[in-house]
């Protein structure tokens, strides 16, 4: 329950209908504007993902007590990125030496991008990427060291996944 006469109970109840949103930030939330004058607002965007978002926030008019509807739209680009080789052939490796080499990630998009990469320990064998995580900013690249522990005979093929923050697409 709230008490109307308790001006601080008020003044949380109230902070209740402030406009909130994780991805539009309104800047700033309260103001004055005197007859034949203007006032310069400011909307925020920061999606954390590549979606579309609409959200709606309201102008209160305190002297008539009308709400205006202002609508918020906007579009989270996806960040984009590529290797500079699309394979590595190791060759013939000697059991128990250690091969290394080095890709390229470029970023493409227009959003920096926060990747991580997840080692894939299936078949046994032993990688290890530096860095595995970063983030790289637009037009930018990342070189990344891949070392590769030759520890039994044989054939093999392995893909690794690499997590692209703020893609709903992995």
Aim: aromatic content about 12%.
């Amino acid at each position: 329950s709230c008490d109307i006469y308790n001006a601080e109970q008020r003044n949380e109840l109230s902070k209740l209908c402030d406009y909130q949103s994780d991805v539009f930030k309104i800047l700033p939330m309260k103001g004055e504007i005197w007859p034949k004058r203007s006032q310069i607002v400011s909307i925020e965007f920061t999606p954390q993902v590549a979606h579309e978002f609409f959200e709606n926030a309201y102008l209160l008019n305190t002297d008539s007590n009308i709400r205006y509807q202002v609508a918020f739209k906007g579009k989270g680009l996806p960040p984009e990125a590529k290797f500079d080789s699309d394979t590595i052939n190791v060759g013939q490796v000697p059991l128990e030496t250690i091969s290394q080499y080095e890709i390229n990630l470029i970023n493409t998009g227009k959003v920096e991008v926060d990747y991580e990469i997840r080692q894939n320990n299936k078949s046994g064998l032993k990688f290890e990427f530096s860095p595995s995580s970063a983030v790289i900013p637009v037009n930018g690249s990342q070189k990344i060291s891949i070392k590769f522990y030759a520890i039994h005979v044989g054939q093999f093929s392995e893909n690794f996944p690499f997590i692209f923050r703020g893609s709903i697409d992995f």
